[in-house]
Nanobody, 124 residues
Framework: QVQLVESGGGLVQAGGSLNLSCSAS????????MGWFRQAPGKEREFVARIRWNSGSTYYADSVKGRFTISRDNAKNTVYLQMNSLKSEDTAVYYCGAKIVSGPTSRYADYNYWGQGTQVTVSS
């Protein structure tokens, strides 16, 4: 089992920045990758970014490329999502997920564990 807790969400004006954190505990050594997803009201959960736990390689959705940065601190078992130049369309609940099985994927169904989510609201 892997437990995930997100933090860092809030209300920010368009053009502003937020830094989300996802703290992992439990069997973290079994984690292959960590991902950030988001879900806006009435929409499906969509991929934002992911990072391989060991190598640190990253992958981003086109909608956030160049504005968001995913990183991890292995010693702290924590993954971060630095979000800059925020837009109103970035408003959503942001979820952190842990993927156990190897292989690249941006599908939320392939992630095994989830946090409770943190609300990000961008005002225009």
């Amino acid at each position: 089992q892997v437990q995930l807790v997100e933090s860092g969400g809030g209300l920010v004006q368009a053009g502003g920045s937020l830094n989300l954190s996802c703290s992992a505990s439990g069997r973290t050594f079994s984690t292959y990758a960590m991902g950030w997803f988001r879900q806006a009201p009435g929409k499906e959960r969509e991929f934002v970014a992911r990072i391989r736990w060991n190598s640190g390689s990253t992958y981003y959705a086109d909608s956030v490329k160049g504005r968001f940065t995913i990183s991890r601190d292995n010693a702290k078992n924590t993954v971060y999502l630095q979000m800059n130049s925020l837009k109103s369309e970035d408003t959503a609940v942001y979820y952190c997920g842990a993927k156990i099985v190897s292989g690249p994927t941006s599908r939320y169904a392939d992630y095994n564990y989830w946090g409770q989510g943190t609300q990000v609201t961008v005002s225009s």
